[in-house]
């Protein structure tokens, strides 16, 4: 009889125990948000260092950052150099956010030549990296 109330009680004890754990909410499940960084870069063609060319760039909290860029010509004409400086440093940009995860998405150019009255114009490139993020 003692055998009995000890398995009744045994048995009592895990349904209770199934009862309890099995009409719980189960985790909430982490969200997945898609986060996106900015770089705008804009190159000038006006002669002489007048221009200015920047590279900005826009993180996901919508911080500025400003990188000066060499304008594409001197006095002389077309400065390879200037233009060789400026695609090593958009590189070296966008190797250091892929390493840090962030996935090239988009690029998106244009041009403004300016009027025919004068020799202004700019080049200006969009890139748009994004990534997930995971909140709990």
Known sequence: MKKVLIALTAITVVLSLITVYAFQ???PEPQETMIWYQVTVIESVV???VGRS???CQNEKGQMEETKLENF???AGINFGNIRENDQQITNKISELTNQEWNLYNVTSGVYS???NNNNGI?????LF???ATTE
């Open 25 to 27: 909410d189960p985790a």
């Open 47 to 49: 002669p002489g260092g």
């Open 54 to 56: 920047r590279m900005i």
């Open 73 to 75: 010509f001197s006095m």
């Open 114 to 116: 300016g009027n025919g």
């Open 123 to 127: 080049f200006i490139t969009r890139y």
């Open 130 to 132: 994004n990534k997930t």
